[in-house]
């Protein structure tokens, strides 16, 4: 039989549009593949492209909704703001075995399956480096009172972390930036959140924004920097442990680091 | 800055640093809100978590305890805050996501009741004029007016009393001005009044909330004579009589000289300190008891295995277990099985029979556990279940301690941590070593 490979955008509701064209098309099959980005081609497959129609991934989401329940949707959620490159295939089988009825109980408890082990591993995953995010990430007070923080996570965390920080924030403007996505979640007092993309033109320009310092704001970072010197016991000095729980990846726009 | 330097080096010794076992959103109408889990926002080069702006309000203490740096006659640089700075300090820090909050603790300024009350009119002023809403942790100065306390307690998330040392003997000796009893009284006070906030709260949904994440204590290990089954003990009477949600030990560190303190040659005893949070978590979620893993005539925990390994070899007759039957309970006493991968043993089960394999594929570490286990019936190796053998290997998977590091070997800090040689009996330690 001939493969089928569906290939789609690299996005939530690219992964999401194709599984809805797998169903449609009536491709459904333990051959089907879902792919991300370039088609690497094979002989012997039929490729299909698949366009990315809004809608239709929010009929997958609601499917999964209903069907699965809040917390399976959730891990879908994190191991597709992974940049696995198996995410889109994990996510589709894993949902496709739900549908088929093949898991007894709550889907993501179905952990013998290859599958569904892969989209929860990939969830485990985002959901640490979002959590990481959460904790190490600072802002600095720039010119208007506006608070910026800067990140380059492996993983698209932003829309998953916004969510924290605007509960907790709900009177300040702040702005994290995906420098890596040339993503930005922004947050004005009182309002919603959003995420902007911004085109390479703009890097410059955002640079420019992350770089400058409000009156007060060089004094509360020396006051922090010193704070964090001072706390460590030096009778109990212990940089590996230090290491291990606080990666020196992230170090590079931790204020206390730099 | 100054000022910050000397208050907040006054308060690292203090371990409690954990922002956990408050949930609260904001109302939208100020700053902050609070996690469950706790956040860690950063570490300190000693590799503990820095998750509060930890800090004394003033350092001024009329007090003369032997093992601490403020005591009244050491001769150190002294300050104190202004609430309004304090809280200044705190929003600032915590706009940047520096900190989850704020951890007041305070030397004792003319008296307990005052020093009690410069403490309130601070939170008072970070939760009302701040609209503060994250997580504060206050230290209740034993001795205060117990009315000020308690209204501390409606503003705060998490208070803690200090137990300083595991026995009144040591207290007396090296706290002179301390006393058991007025430690354990505003204990008793705020447990009350959580029990009493509990119902409240069952009847009207929007009462205030009493010191919602619960109670704390700590105390400081190897400064006095007291065993590990002695401390234990001491800390498991606090989760049953006095309802806390955490006891903190901390190794003691010799920052006065002084002639009633032991002089530790191999710094801090931190692997005592380790082995006591490794039984201390037994206790409070693997359904062990304190004399289960000590006794009288094994006052002390095996320098060379964890407390939950230590206790396995001693009661080899209760294993093997069979994962695809045994009750939670069980597993949880299983050597290298912990409440995460029992949690997904009894999930998984219910799908399907498990052998070895799966085990490995839901995440359960079997390096340890092996020894220990069968899956329908069979081990993994044919072993015998012998107590020689089992320690041997166990020896072989090298535990990760953590402070392995930093060019200390194992030997070393085992060595200088045992309470015995602490007391000066080099000599049978020496022994039990080689
Ligand atoms: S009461 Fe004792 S432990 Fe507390 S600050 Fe004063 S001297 Fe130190």
New interface residues.
Partial sequence: MIQSILVCQNSMEGVLTAIYRVYEWKLNGPDTMIQIGEADLRLFANYYEVETVPPLAEKVASTVLKRFGEDTWEFICYALASEDPGKGQAVYRTIAEGLAGAIRGPLMHGLANDDIRKVFELSRHVHNEAHRMIEFLRFREVEGNILMARIEPDADVTALIMPHFADRFPLENFVIVDTRRRLAGIHSARKPWFVARYEKEKDAQVEGILGQYSENEQEMEELFKHFCKTLGVKERRNIKLQQQFLPLKYRPFMTEFT | ?EK??IL??AA??DVACTSSGSER??D??????A?KAG????????????SL??ILFTNECIYDCKYCINRRSNDVPRASFTPDELCR?TI??Y????IEGLFLSSGILYNPTFTMGLIYQTVYKLRNEYRFQ?YIHVKAIPGADPELIQMVGFLVDRMSINLELPTAEGLSRLAPNKHRKTILAPMRLIQNGIVSNREELALYRNAPEFVPAGQSTQMIIGATPENDYQILTVAEKLYQKFDLKRVFYS?F??VNEDRELPALPG??P?LREHRLYQADWLLRFYGFEAKELLSEDRPDFNILLDPKADWALRHLEEFPVEINRAPYEKLLRVPGIGVKSAR?IV??R???QLEFQ?LK??GVVLRRAVYFITCNGRMMYSVKIEEDFITRQLLDCKERL??D??GATYRQLSLFDDRRFVMGQDQLIRQVIS
């Fill in positions: 800055m910050l330097e907040s080096d690292k010794y959103k904001n939208g109408t100020g700053i902050g809100n996690v956040i860690c926002h950063s570490f300190s080069s000693d590799g503990r978590c820095i702006l930890k300090l600032e820090f706009r940047r996501n520096y994250g190794a560190v010799r710094g801090p931190l997904r999930q998984a219910r799908s399907s799966h594929k839901i953590p402070f590091a930093d």
